[in-house]
């Protein structure tokens, strides 16, 4: 059974920081795309970014220029590294792996920002 489990949510002021993890108990690469999507309260759940095996990556256009997707591979492990975070980010962040017929979640993580 595939495992995703994100850590590095928090509380953060507006403008500030963070960096969410995910890390996947099988060989990243073995995915063909990996992600991040996000859950507000009463709101569907959407993508944020994603990360092919190739490299490729995709961004919603409401974080493009403050949010990265990146990897790292002896860990196993896709990060979301979030910057000038805003109030309309305080949502439920949840790691995705997909590959041929079949799709996983990692458990969410609470991302809050507020003043």
């Known amino acids: 059974q595939v495992q995703l489990v994100e850590s590095g949510g928090g509380l953060v002021q507006p403008g500030g920081s963070l960096r969410l993890s995910c890390a996947a108990s099988?060989?990243?690469?073995?995915?063909?795309?990996m992600g991040w999507y996000r859950q507000a309260p009463e709101k569907q759940r959407e993508l944020v970014a994603t990360?092919?095996?190739?490299?490729?990556?995709n961004y919603a256009d409401s974080v493009k220029g403050r949010f990265t997707i990146i990897r790292e591979r002896a860990k196993n492990t896709v990060y979301l590294q979030m910057n000038s975070l805003k109030p309309e980010d305080t949502a439920v962040y949840y790691c995705?792996?997909?590959?041929?017929?079949?799709?996983?979640w990692g458990q969410g993580t609470q991302v809050t920002v507020s003043s």
């Open positions: 995705n792996g997909k590959s041929v017929g079949k799709n996983f």
């Open positions: 099988r060989n990243i690469f073995t995915f063909n795309v």
């Open positions: 990360l092919t095996s190739g490299g490729s990556t």
